[in-house]
Nanobody, 122 residues
Framework: QVQLVESGGGLAQPGGSLRLSCAAS????????MGWFRQAPGKAREFVTS???STTDSVSGRFAISRDNAKNMVYLEMTSLKPEDTAVYYC????????????????????WGQGTQVTVSS
């Protein structure tokens, strides 16, 4: 059974930073596209960013995703946090993707973590 476990969430001040981690187990991690999604209260889950197995890091605006295939870990570095970034953040995995594949739809992913809460408030 594939497991994805997120950590690193918590309370941050506006303008601050947080780094989320996702540990994958029982997954061919180095052949999997990894993604981060988030779900704010009362809203649908939305795509944050994604990274191919063939890429080590990628920056999208205030968020940077990176991965360590040797450790089966994927990270989400969030900077200049805003109150609207408050949400539960989920890690997701899709095994067996093509080189360079970045997946943005929930339905593209096979495995999900339980989520970690991020609250941005002063």
């Amino acid at each position: 059974q594939v497991q994805l476990v997120e950590s690193g969430g918590g309370l941050a001040q506006p303008g601050g930073s947080l780094r989320l981690s996702c540990a994958a187990s029982r997954l061919d991690f180095s052949s999997s596209t990894m993604g981060w999604f988030r779900q704010a209260p009362g809203k649908a889950r939305e795509f944050v960013t994604s990274i191919s197995w063939s890429t080590t890091d990628s920056v999208s605006g205030r968020f940077a995703i990176s991965r360590d295939n040797a450790k089966n870990m994927v990270y989400l570095e969030m900077t200049s946090l805003k109150p609207e970034d408050t949400a539960v953040y989920y890690c997701a995995a899709k095994y067996g993707t093509n080189r360079g594949a970045v997946l943005q739809s929930e339905s593209d992913y096979d495995y999900w973590g339980q989520g970690t809460q991020v609250t941005v408030s002063s």
